[in-house]
């Protein structure tokens, strides 16, 4: 992943419980500065006016299992890849200000979809369709949230977009929803899949939702680059392959550090990367049967 080529945007929702909006959004106005605004909205938005000009929010989520008054889903403003420090700030000021995550909690990274193109949003399709079982294994996605709130690739989808190639956004549309969706709604169904790309016709990203709720910098900051990292090389390639990769467990903390070095999460920039992405995976690292003398006994 080289420096010269991180121009893709980033956007982050931390979904949080325990702690009231206005504190929240306190502890990131203490990390962006700026001022504090209350909308007034449905949600109960409040909005942190940051000094660089850019808006955090802080709002409700009835998906979320806490009173309506300590629900906060944190939503990022359009980051760039140098801002992910920053990134790391607000989140640890989040934690320190009480708030706390439990199994109802996720984390969704967006990537740009106009950075990306139509080619490019299909050989991601198609990159995560093939790797999709070792990454439901390595980001420890529970069972619950795969049945219901983060589902694997259609395979409808995938037979459309294999067979018909998109080539415009209008192409895409068609292959996702079964038919020509002139006006997609916030809440579409179709939005409750691990790789969303029902924004990419709502607002304008793809989203990942894998990710389980946490107030850990150091995963956030993992799971931003582990997105970054996957929109860069479908954006890059000519061509993908949607052919589902085989999964064994016993070989899986092998193959996927073998993906991520591919991904180019390669060297000591990614080191943390590695290591929380690495952590719910059995066996080893450096070795895809055990290492020789132990196979050998």
């Known amino acids: 992943m080289k420096n010269g080529t991180r121009n893709l945007t980033i956007g982050v929702e931390i979904e949080t419980i325990g702690q009231n909006r206005p504190t ?3 502890a990131i106005q203490s990390v962006v500065g700026g001022t504090i605004r209350h909308t007034g909205d449905y949600y109960g938005s409040v909005m942190v006016d940051a000094a660089d000009g850019r808006s955090w929010r802080v709002m409700s989520d009835a998906s979320l299992n806490a009173s309506r008054d300590l629900q906060a889903e944190v939503v990022s403003p359009i980051l760039r890849y140098e801002d992910i420090d920053t990134l790391q700030q607000v989140v640890r000021a989040i934690r320190g200000c009480g708030a706390r995550v439990d199994a109802s909690c996720g984390v969704h990274v967006h990537i740009g979809a106009a950075e990306l193109g139509v080619d490019g949003v299909v050989n991601l399709t ?7 079982h070792l990454l ?7 069972a619950g949230r795969l049945e219901r709130w983060c589902r694997p690739i259609d395979p409808a989808f995938l037979a459309r977009i294999e067979s018909s190639r998109p080539r415009t956004i209008e192409d895409l549309n068609r292959a996702w929803y079964g038919y020509h969706n002139a006006q997609p709604e916030h809440y579409d169904p179709t939005r409750y899949r691990g790789l969303n790309l029902h924004n990419v016709h709502y607002r304008s990203t793809v989203e990942f939702r894998y990710f389980e709720g946490t107030l850990h910098a150091g995963k956030v ?3 931003v680059q582990l997105c970054y990292a996957l929109a860069m090389r479908a954006r890059d390639a000519k061509a993908a392959s949607s052919k589902r990769r085989p999964f064994n467990p016993a070989s899986a903390k092998y193959d996927f550090r073998c993906f991520l070095l591919k991904l180019g999460l390669i060297g000591d920039e990614f080191k943390t990367a590695r290591l929380h992405l690495l952590a719910n995976l059995e066996g080893s690292a450096a070795w895809k049967n055990g290492r020789p003398e132990q196979v050998a006994a």
Do not use: D
Request: cysteine-free.
């Open 126 to 132: 198609k990159l995560v369709h093939k790797q999709e």
């Open 221 to 223: 900051k993992a799971y």
């Open 24 to 26: 929240v959004a306190a």
């Open 136 to 142: 439901h294994a390595a980001l420890g996605v529970a």
